[in-house]
């Protein structure tokens, strides 16, 4: 099995720390099962096979696909199901982007939004202009649509910002993987 392991991790393209955080371990108990040190329990297969969608028998044993087939399901084409505009389905798509604290953020200041006065029926989207006017915009004064769109924009740069850090993250992860290689 820790010739499996080891292989899971490098299609998966992770590092054993980044591995073992995924599924709560840690690095070295990871580098214990890859060199057949240690042998995980039930419950650490289970979790790998969970986090991953491994497939048990494979895991365990070797046999079958290293994989379970999925259903796969497809958020554009559910959203599209909904006749979602192509606006709605990129405000989907970034809220996802952002993390869980910030997505429970923004999930609340939308509530309030919602649940305000400014609320009202929605508008018939304009002959000049096929995305519709969201709801929420039509009694709102310059005032009041200029802070919700300066909360966006900070949003936006604190996702960029994120998304960086995570970039250098794994630039000097690589840095480290090579050097360890070289020596």
Known sequence: MNERIR??????DLTQQNF???????????????????????????????????NEEWLRTGNGEMFNKENLFSLDE?????????????????????????????????????????????LSATEEDSEEIPPEYENMSVEEIERQ???????????????????QDENSERKKQRNNRIS
């Open 7 to 12: 292989k899971l991790r490098k299609v998966l």
């Open 78 to 122: 559910f959203l599209k199901k909904q006749e979602a505009t192509n606006l709605e389905i990129e405000i989907v798509k970034l809220l996802f982007s952002f993390d869980k604290n910030t997505r429970g953020e923004l999930i609340s200041k939308l509530k309030k939004i919602f649940q305000s006065e400014t609320i009202v029926n929605e």
């Open 149 to 167: 769109a300066d909360f966006w924009d900070s949003l936006y740069e604190k996702r960029q910002a994120e998304i960086e850090l995570q970039k």
């Open 20 to 54: 073992a955080k995924r599924i709560g371990s840690t690095q070295n108990v990871v580098a214990n099962y890859e060199i057949g040190r240690r042998n995980p329990s039930s419950s650490v297969i289970n979790n790998i096979c969970k986090e991953f969608n491994v």
